[in-house]
């Protein structure tokens, strides 16, 4: 049971919503255009932002639904949960479906954390909402709301298990953005 919904949650997570919707709704391949991500933030450059925005939710609950149901399946088990979210993760990351070439996770994390760390989840897309409106660097934003989310998840939530995750994935979207973060060394970041 383990090993199989850490299976089913990178599946769940290789789903490149991103990829499939902006094709069927404007024909259009997001690896080629904007920044070449299949995430929300190229889509919503791409095609727009209520496609966008659409993207945005999918790719949540692509983390968050497999995490619940890891927590009905595995109860009292958090390593498990965490692990679950984390294969989402790397589904998002590195679908199998794409050559292991995915977007950067932010959204799937997101799903992942509302389920495991609700109040933390809220205060990262508080920070990542903010920091859009003001900079408009979604980059910015995501890192800020990953940093946020992981001290307010050790600030109110236990077990302790959950909150670690969270520092798990600031550190993976550390490295997904590396580019990103190239980019505003050199202050070339794309805008929203």
Excluded: C
């Excluded at 946020?148 to 979207?173: D, N, S, T």
């Amino acid at each position: 049971m383990h090993a199989l919904l850490v299976v089913a949650a990178y599946f769940s997570g290789s789903v490149p919503f991103g990829l499939l919707l902006a094709r069927a709704v404007a024909g259009k391949d997001v690896r080629t255009e904007g920044s070449g991500n299949i995430g929300a933030t190229n889509v919503a450059r791409v095609v727009g932002k209520k496609l966008g925005a659409v993207v945005l939710v999918l790719d949540a609950l692509k983390g968050a639904l497999p995490v619940v149901a890891a927590q009905q399946l595995l109860p009292g088990e958090p390593l498990w949960h965490d692990a679950v979210g984390l294969a989402a993760f790397f589904g998002h990351v590195f679908p199998v479906w794409l050559k292991f070439k995915g977007g950067k996770g932010v959204a799937t994390a997101l799903g992942v954390l509302v389920v495991l760390l609700p109040w933390a989840a809220l205060a990262g897309f508080l920070v990542w909402v903010t920091v859009l409106a003001i900079w408009r660097v979604s980059s910015v934003g995501s890192l800020a709301g990953a940093l946020v989310a992981v001290g307010v998840g050790f600030a109110v939530h236990r077990p302790i298990e959950y909150p670690a995750v969270a520092v798990v994935f600031l550190v993976l979207m550390l490295f997904t953005h590396r580019s990103n973060l190239q980019r505003l060394i050199s202050r070339q970041e794309n805008r929203v």
